[in-house]
C-alpha cells in the first residue's frame, strides 16, 4: 500500500522548506535508506532518507520548490497503483494553490501585454518574473544560516561573476550573527550575477546572486523583478548603473589566482564525480583531506561525515596557515600619540547585534532575582588532582560544576524549565549550554544530554566547543537546544559576578573563581578554598526557594564530588 511522506519540522523553527534537490525521479524505485531529497531549512541543506521501499509515484512539488511543514512531500508505493486519494489528502492541492493563481494573473492580462512586447519585450518579462522570483531556478536568495538570522554580511566571494559553477562548489562564505558559514551551490551553471559585494549585507529572502546558462537568462529581467516583486537586495544600488560585460571582465582578470585554484580542485572530480554529503565535504575541507581518497560507506559509495572522521592522515596540513594569517591582521587602528584626541568606530557585527537584542530582551522581559552561594572547594581540588593523575584527558573546574550541575538538576527539575508565555516546559532531558567568549562576543554551544556523561567525555566535548567556537566552525546545530547555561569568568581572576539569563532557559548559573582564603573548621582557622556561585532565575518559572535548594544541592555536590557517582 502506497504511503504519505510529509515536509518534515528538520529544525525547531522551521516551518517551510525549499527542495534543493531531488535524488530520486517519479518512477524510479526507492530502498529504505536511499536518499530521496535534500532540504533546505531556515538554518541549513539536509539530506531526507527514504524509511520504506518502493516506487516514487509523486513528488509534492519540483526543485527550488517550497513546501510548508507537514503539506505532501512525496508518495512511495508498487508501480500502478492508484494514488489519487492519497493527493487528495495529502495536501498537495494546497501546494499547488499558489501556481494555479500566479497562472491566471497572466492569462487575463495576456491581450494588453501581447501588444506591449513588441515596444518594450525587456520591460514585461521582469514584471511577471516579479512574481515567482522566488521559484525561479536561476535565483539564489540568502537562506536563513541561523535561528536569529535576520541579515547575512558576504565575508568573500568564493567565485566571480562569470565563473562556471558546480554543485557542491563553495559560492561564498556568509557572516550571520553567530557564526562564518559556507554556502554551497545547488546548481551546475555560470554565475552571472552577485547581489552584494565583499563586505555588504543582504537581508534573509533577497537576491544572493543568479546562476544559468550564459546567453539564455536574462539577468536584468530577473533584477528588475527582484526590485519590483519586493526583494530588496542592498547590492541593487550598484547593479543598476554597472555594465555586465566590464565588470565580468574586470572580476575575472582581478581574481585570476582564485578561479586557478577553484577549476584545479574542480577538474580533479570532473572525470568521475564524487558522491559526499556537503557536511563531509566541509569536514574534509576543515581537516586537510583530500575528499577523494576517503572510502564512502553511505548508498552507492557516497561519503558521508563518519567516513570523514574516521579517516586517518599521515600530516597535518598547511590549511591551517590560513586561519593564522587572518588573526594577525589587526582589527582596531593603532592608538593615537599622548596629548592628541583620537578614537575609532568599527560597524557592529552581526553576532553583537543579536547578542543586543536577545539579552535585552531577555533582562527586560523575564523578571531576574539572584541567589549567591558560598562553596568550600576543598574536596574538589583535591579530587581533580587525583583524577588528572590517570585520565587522559585534562578535568577542569568547569567541568565539575557542569557534571555537578547536570546532576542537580536531575533532582530539581522546575530549574530546567522553560518559559512559553501560557504554559511552562519542564524539559526531562538535560542540554547545558557553556558560554564561550570569542573575538566579535559570545557564543553558547551546548554539551546534549550532560547528566549521562562521564568527566572526560564533557572536557572532551568543551574544548572542542570552545576551539570551534574561535575558529567559527561551530554549526546551528551545536548552539541549539539549551535547557540550563553556564557563564564562568574564574579563570579572569573575577570572585563573583551576575549573568543574564540566556533564552528559552529559566536560570543561568554564574561561576566566580577558587580563592584561598582564611575559613573556620572545627573551631580553627584554617586555609581554605572557596568558590562563590551565583544563580540568575525567571521569577515567571522559578521562586527563590527553588533556587535556594537547587544550589544547596549543588554545593553539597562539589563539597564532596564523590557523590556526582550515584
Same mark, same amino acid.
Given at each position: ?16 522548506? =525549499? ?70 489528502? +495529502? ?16 492569462? #487575463? ?27 525561479? $531556478? ?31 562548489? =563553495? ?5 550571520? $550573527? ?76 582581478? #581574481? ?7 577549476? %584545479? ?15 563531509? @565535504?566541509?569536514? #574534509? ?6 575528499? @577523494? ?23 597535518? +596540513?598547511? %590549511? ?14 593603532? %592608538? ?17 547585534? =543579536? ?46 560544576? !557542569? ?49 549521562? @556523561? ?14 570551534? #567556537? ?87 555536590? !562539589? ?8
Amino acid at each position: 500500500m502506497a504511503e504519505v511522506i510529509l515536509m518534515p519540522r528538520l529544525s525547531d523553527t522551521m516551518t517551510e522548506g =525549499v527542495i534543493a534537490a531531488w535524488h530520486k525521479k517519479v518512477g524510479d524505485p526507492v530502498k529504505k535508506g536511499d536518499l530521496l531529497a535534500e532540504v533546505e531549512t531556515d538554518k541549513a541543506t539536509m539530506e531526507l532518507e527514504s524509511y520504506k521501499d518502493g516506487t516514487l509515484l509523486h513528488i509534492g512539488t519540483d526543485k527550488g520548490g517550497k513546501l510548508q511543514v507537514n503539506d505532501l512531500l512525496a508518495i512511495i508505493g508498487t508501480k500502478g497503483e492508484d494514488i489519487s486519494g492519497l493527493m487528495k489528502s +495529502g495536501g498537495s492541492s494546497e501546494a499547488k494553490q499558489p501556481e494555479k493563481k500566479e497562472e491566471k494573473k497572466p492569462e #487575463a492580462a495576456k491581450p494588453v501585454k501581447e501588444e506591449k512586447k513588441e515596444a518594450a519585450p525587456a520591460s514585461k518579462p521582469a514584471a511577471t518574473k516579479a512574481i515567482d522570483i522566488s521559484k525561479m $531556478d536561476e535565483v539564489v536568495l540568502m537562506p536563513r544560516l541561523s535561528d536569529t538570522m535576520t541579515e547575512g554580511v558576504i565575508a568573500g566571494w568564493n567565485k566571480n561573476v562569470g565563473d562556471t559553477v558546480k554543485k557542491g562548489d =563553495v559560492l561564498a562564505e556568509i557572516e550571520t $550573527d553567530k557564526a562564518t558559514m559556507e554556502l554551497e551551490s545547488y546548481k551546475n551553471g555560470t554565475l552571472l550575477y552577485t547581489g552584494a559585494k565583499k563586505g555588504e549585507k543582504i537581508a534573509v529572502n533577497d537576491l544572493l546572486c543568479i546562476i544559468g546558462e550564459k546567453g539564455k537568462v536574462d539577468v536584468d529581467a530577473i533584477v528588475a523583478a527582484a526590485k519590483s516583486g519586493g526583494v530588496k537586495a542592498e547590492g541593487q544600488e550598484s547593479e543598476a548603473g554597472s555594465p555586465k560585460p566590464e565588470s565580468e571582465s574586470s572580476k575575472k582578470e582581478e #581574481a585570476v589566482g582564485q578561479e586557478v585554484s577553484a577549476e %584545479q580542485t574542480d577538474n580533479s572530480s570532473s572525470n568521475g564525480r564524487v558522491k559526499a554529503s556537503p557536511l563531509a @565535504k566541509k569536514l #574534509a575541507s576543515e581537516k586537510g583531506i583530500d575528499i @577523494k581518497k576517503v572510502q564512502g560507506s553511505g548508498d552507492g559509495g557516497r561519503i558521508v561525515k563518519q567516513d570523514v572522521d574516521n579517516y586517518k592522515v599521515s600530516e597535518g +596540513g598547511s %590549511q591551517k596557515s590560513s586561519p593564522d594569517t587572518k588573526t594577525e591582521t589587526p582589527k582596531y587602528v593603532a %592608538q593615537a600619540p599622548y596629548g592628541k584626541e583620537g578614537y575609532d568606530e568599527v560597524p557592529v557585527s552581526q553576532m553583537r547585534k =543579536v547578542i543586543a537584542k536577545r539579552l535585552a530582551e531577555s533582562k527586560f522581559t523575564s523578571p531576574h532575582f539572584y541567589v549567591t552561594m558560598v562553596i568550600d572547594m576543598d574536596a574538589a581540588v583535591a579530587g581533580r588532582a587525583k583524577l588528572n593523575e590517570t585520565s587522559k584527558v585534562k578535568i577542569s573546574f568547569n567541568d565539575l560544576v !557542569l557534571k555537578a550541575c547536570a546532576a542537580a538538576l536531575r533532582q530539581h527539575p522546575a530549574v530546567n524549565s522553560s518559559w512559553l508565555g501560557d504554559k511552562i516546559r519542564h524539559n526531562h532531558h538535560i542540554h547545558i549550554g557553556v558560554a564561550v567568549a570569542v573575538e566579535d562576543g559570545l557564543l553558547v554551544p551546548v554539551v546534549r544530554f550532560a547528566d549521562t @556523561k562521564s568527566l572526560s567525555q564533557i572536557g572532551v566535548e568543551v574544548k572542542e566547543f570552545a576551539q570551534k #567556537a574561535k575558529d567559527k566552525k561551530l554549526q546551528p546545530s551545536d548552539w541549539e537546544g539549551n535547557t540550563f547555561t553556564i557563564s564562568n569568568l574564574g579563570m579572569f581572576g573575577v570572585d563573583e559576578f551576575t549573568a543574564i539569563i540566556n533564552p528559552p532557559d529559566a536560570c543561568i548559573l554564574a561561576i566566580g573563581g577558587i580563592n584561598q582564603v582564611p575559613v573556620v573548621k572545627n573551631g580553627a582557622v584554617v586555609p581554605g578554598n572557596i568558590m562563590k556561585v551565583t544563580l540568575s532565575c525567571d521569577h515567571r518559572v522559578v521562586d527563590g526557594a527553588t533556587g535556594a535548594a537547587f544550589l544547596q544541592t549543588l554545593k553539597s555536590l !562539589l563539597e564532596e564530588p564523590l557523590r556526582m557517582l550515584i
